[in-house]
């Protein structure tokens, strides 16, 4: 059916029309906001390479998570920034940490707002590597048990969900058993199951203070060119008992999503990462670009490409936006 007969301008005249047809929506209940969380009073240090974004001590989480609640945001995922850093990550599981203390501190603020923690060691190790280290090469097998648990350490402080971050293989169900044997078998896991080796996480890690001293992390994230790969990994991590799969950076890799949206069924998340906040941010700010306009089609991007659920930077803000759209 081709012109005259069918002309698609039709659907495209008008607002209503346009709403109408639409195949692809945003909701402010699909986004999770990313917090770092630092030791100390009063800090609330602005991320210079990620304008808006902040560390923040935990006596600042009131002003917050009051914030994220009124704006309807269902979820936070939340980093740390340990006080030290050792070669056994202890900071990572320490039943007083950063992370853990956070959890106990938004739960008094809202019980009902989602607690997400990322769950991964390169915060916490002083080489800045996502497991441990032997002659320069990260250990696999023995990570896991750090990895698993640091996860019941953040179960145990309340958290509700746990994401690890980490990339090692079978962690997904190191720590499924881990939370299984202490009680948490209601936990869920959400796993960066297609975490890719990326240069797009730069700013993230002035903001976590987690690069690596020496090395990269090419040997345990993914190799950016591989995409049939991804779904070999996320097939692994649902056997292991991952409840939410997820695509890690996403607009580089909304193929990727779209791969695993048609093979799976599972609940899948993208991560909306810190450099593809701040090329949008720097862009805005020169005026090179309208930031509203760009970040809500950037989200629509990354849902229509499949995924469920967006962790970002841009949450806020979106959260407002969409919500000013309800009542324009
Ligand atoms: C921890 C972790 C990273 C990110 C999330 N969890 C950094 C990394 O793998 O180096 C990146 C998030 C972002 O760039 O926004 N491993």
Request: charged share 25%; net charge negative; hydrophobic share 40%.
């Given at each position: 059916?081709?012109?005259?007969v069918y002309r698609p301008r039709r659907l495209r005249k008008s607002a209503a029309l346009r709403a109408l047809v639409r195949e692809t929506e945003v909701s402010v209940n699909d986004l999770i906001y990313p917090l770092f969380i630092i030791h100390g009073q009063k800090i609330r240090n602005e991320i210079p390479s990620m304008p808006g974004q902040f560390q923040i001590s935990i006596d600042q989480l009131d002003k917050e998570i009051e914030e994220i609640t009124k704006l309807g945001i269902p979820g936070v995922i939340l980093f740390g920034l340990p006080e030290?850093?050792?070669?056994?990550?202890?900071?990572?599981?320490?039943?007083?940490?950063?992370?853990?203390?956070?959890?106990?501190?938004?739960?008094?603020?809202?019980?009902?707002?989602?607690?997400?923690?990322?769950?991964?060691?390169?915060?916490?190790?002083?080489?800045?590597?996502?497991?441990?280290?032997?002659?320069?090469?990260?250990?696999?097998?023995?990570?896991?048990?750090?990895?698993?648990?640091?996860?019941?350490?953040?179960?145990?402080?309340?958290?509700?969900?746990?994401?690890?971050?980490?990339?090692?293989?079978?962690?997904?169900?190191?720590?499924?058993?881990?939370?299984?044997?202490?009680?948490?078998?209601?936990?869920?896991?959400?796993?960066?199951?297609?975490?890719?080796?990326?240069?797009?996480?730069?700013?993230?890690?002035?903001?976590?203070?987690?690069?690596?001293?020496?090395?990269?992390?090419?040997?345990?994230?993914?190799?950016?060119?591989?995409?049939?790969?991804?779904?070999?990994?996320?097939?692994?991590?649902?056997?292991?008992?991952?409840?939410?799969?997820?695509?890690?950076?996403?607009?580089?890799?909304?193929?990727?999503?779209?791969?695993?949206?048609?093979?799976?069924?599972?609940?899948?998340?993208?991560?909306?990462?810190?450099?593809?906040?701040?090329?949008?941010?720097?862009?805005?700010?020169?005026?090179?670009?309208?930031?509203?306009?760009?970040?809500?089609?950037?989200?629509?991007?990354?849902?229509?490409?499949?995924?469920?659920?967006?962790?970002?930077?841009?949450?806020?803000?979106?959260?407002?936006?969409?919500?000013?759209?309800?009542?324009?």
């Amino acid at each position: 059916m081709y012109y005259p007969v069918y002309r698609p301008r039709r659907l495209r005249k008008s607002a209503a029309l346009r709403a109408l047809v639409r195949e692809t929506e945003v909701s402010v209940n699909d986004l999770i906001y990313p917090l770092f969380i630092i030791h100390g009073q009063k800090i609330r240090n602005e991320i210079p390479s990620m304008p808006g974004q902040f560390q923040i001590s935990i006596d600042q989480l009131d002003k917050e998570i009051e914030e994220i609640t009124k704006l309807g945001i269902p979820g936070v995922i939340l980093f740390g920034l340990p006080e030290t850093k050792d070669p056994a990550a202890t900071g990572a599981y320490d039943e007083d940490g950063i992370v853990q203390e956070a959890i106990k501190k938004i739960k008094q603020i809202n019980i009902d707002l989602l607690v997400i923690t990322d769950v991964c060691l390169c915060e916490y190790m002083d080489h800045g590597h996502c497991g441990i280290t032997k002659n320069g090469e990260v250990q696999n097998d023995l990570t896991l048990e750090l990895l698993a648990k640091t996860a019941l350490s953040h179960a145990t402080a309340g958290a509700d969900m746990v994401a690890p971050s980490d990339m090692m293989d079978g962690r997904v169900a190191a720590i499924r058993s881990q939370l299984d044997e202490g009680g948490f078998e209601d936990l869920p896991i959400m796993s960066y199951a297609a975490k890719y080796a990326s240069a797009f996480y730069g700013p993230f890690r002035e903001a976590a203070d987690s690069s690596p001293t020496f090395g990269d992390r090419r040997s345990y994230q993914m190799d950016p060119p591989n995409a049939l790969e991804a779904l070999r990994e996320v097939a692994m991590d649902i056997e292991e008992g991952a409840d939410i799969v997820m695509v890690k950076p996403a607009l580089s890799y909304l193929d990727v999503i779209a791969g695993i949206r048609s093979e799976f069924d599972y609940p899948l998340a993208a991560y909306n990462v810190s450099g593809e906040y701040s090329i949008i941010k720097a862009a805005a700010e020169k005026g090179w670009i309208d930031e509203r306009k760009v970040v809500l089609e950037v989200l629509t991007s990354i849902k229509r490409a499949g995924a469920d659920i967006v962790l970002t930077y841009h949450a806020k803000d979106a959260a407002k936006w969409l919500n000013d759209k309800a009542t324009d």
